[in-house]
């Protein structure tokens, strides 16, 4: 019974962690991305809504540049650029982490190297 009682608590203790939800990809997110090789970065906003698709604009000037769908499993995120950019038709898998501020994807698979960076990590800041 005294064991019993020791699982009880420890799961008791235990159950915000593992009821701890990921945020959802849902909203407007920016970055920075590298505008050419003497070390310059241009701003990008990134739309994800709750329909499963997304546009990014790259200088954040109101001007759409490429457009997809996404679908989330878990805690990856499969990515195709319909219109725009040099990854349409492409597929993109990354394992992502999310907050109430932050995004961070990490390519697990991708066919189009230009996508997620050299590093193919992508952190992002959720717009207030």
Partial sequence: MKALKTICTAL???????MAAQESLV?????SVPAGEDGSVIPLKVTMTD???YTLDFGADGQVEVSGKYIVDGNQVVIMDEE???CK???GI???TAD???LMMVRTQDA???????EGKMRFTREK
């Fill in 100 to 102: 109430a501020t932050s």
């Fill in 89 to 91: 038709g492409q597929r």
């Fill in 112 to 118: 189009c190297e230009g996508r997620g960076g050299p």
């Fill in 12 to 18: 008791v203790l235990l159950m915000p962690l593992f």
């Fill in 84 to 86: 725009g950019g040099e």
């Fill in 94 to 96: 990354y394992t992502f």
């Fill in 51 to 53: 329909a499963g698709t």
């Fill in 27 to 31: 909203g407007n997110w920016t970055t």
